[in-house]
């Protein structure tokens, strides 16, 4: 696997999943695969678990890891091409990606949607930029659209605790102050839908997520009614994806907010969420706090999807 960006990089799933699961149990196996081999992870959004999980992963292999917060410490970079650069901003990524790529054989971006232009974000201009001119393999640790290594820990979590063949699978909106990115969503709803899961998603109107990820998910306005019988919660807010109302927030309605209501009508269900989370927005402390909550070791596999992924990386450099 040369670039890791959205769930067809990584090819088949059960294959994918026999080796998380074989890393789990001995996650040192491949400690020589990355032997004088660099990790370059860049961000330019905060992270808690992407940065540790990934580092750790990169530990796993035996890698170097070089970590740069590239809105701090780095020169503010310029994003387009063709401007006079008389302003606030020092350097151009057309100079910096290839600088970076120089000094290492791997790098992870970390880079969300801005908001201001919606093609711009969905056509990946950012992760595109590193893929063409690092010269580098490149995998994304949260791109505009997508957040892979998530949606595959995620995945690794519901097969470790299904109890049936095909589970119900509810993805909700919730509700949050501020305007959050589609990536997480999306990128949950292009994996799920690459399984064969019964795939709902709930959400208020004005909230649809881009077609081409919603794909074959059934879509219910009720969560109530979305809610019966479920075997699995995953909980997420995101801004509204429509036309003008790209990226506005259109709904604050705490009726949203996953709580032992909506968790009644389920089948028992197990509640997710990628974190971090802001409690009583999007779901009450007695959810996150029970016994069905599984948001910790949802947390610790992305340890193991980043493994997988640095592994198949490594492997094609050899
Ligand atoms: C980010 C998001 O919603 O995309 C990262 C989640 C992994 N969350 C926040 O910015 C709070
Ligand atoms: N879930 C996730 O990606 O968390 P961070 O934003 O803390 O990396």
């Known amino acids: 696997m040369k670039n890791f960006t959205c769930v067809q990089d990584l090819g088949d799933l059960k ?66 091409r063709g401007v006079i650069m008389d302003g606030d901003k020092p350097e151009h990524l057309l100079e910096a990606i290839p600088v970076m790529g120089c000094y290492c054989d791997i790098i992870g971006v970390r880079s969300f949607a801005r908001f201001e232009d919606r093609d711009y974000d969905y056509n990946e201009v950012i992760i595109n930029q ?71 998603i709930t959400h208020p109107e004005g909230y649809d997520l881009a077609p081409e990820f919603v794909g074959n998910a059934h879509v219910e306005y009720d969560q109530m009614k979305a809610f019966e019988g479920a075997d699995f ?8 994806y429509s036309g003008d109302n790209y990226g506005v927030v259109l709904s604050r309605d705490r009726e949203w907010t996953v709580s032992n209501r ?43 999807s980043a493994t997988v992924v640095l592994k198949r990386m490594l492997e094609e450099l050899k």
């Open 262 to 304: 909506q968790m009644a009508v389920t089948n028992n269900a197990y509640f997710m969420h990628c974190l971090p989370v802001r409690r009583n927005m999007i779901v009450t402390d007695s959810v996150i706090e029970s016994p069905q909550s599984i948001v910790i070791p949802e947390a610790a596999n992305r340890e193991i």
């Open 130 to 200: 590193f893929i063409q001119h690092s010269g580098r393999s490149v995998f994304s640790m949260e791109a505009a659209t997508r957040h892979p290594l998530q949606s595959f820990a995620d995945l690794i979590t519901i097969e470790e605790y299904k109890k049936t063949a095909r589970p119900k699978v509810v993805m909700t909106w919730a509700p949050h102050p501020r305007p959050l990115p589609q990536a997480v969503p999306n990128s949950f709803a292009e994996w799920m839908n690459a399984t064969d899961y019964d795939f709902v």
């Open 15 to 80: 294959p994918a999943l026999d080796e998380a699961f074989e890393i789990k149990k001995d996650r040192f196996k491949y400690v020589e695969l990355g032997r004088n081999k660099t990790l370059m992870m860049i961000f330019f959004n905060s992270s808690l678990r992407t940065r540790l999980s990934t580092q750790k992963a990169a530990i796993n292999l035996g890698m170097n890891v070089m970590v740069l917060d590239i809105t701090q410490g780095a020169w503010k970079l310029e994003t387009e």
């Open 233 to 240: 919660i995953y909980a997420k807010n995101w801004a509204a």
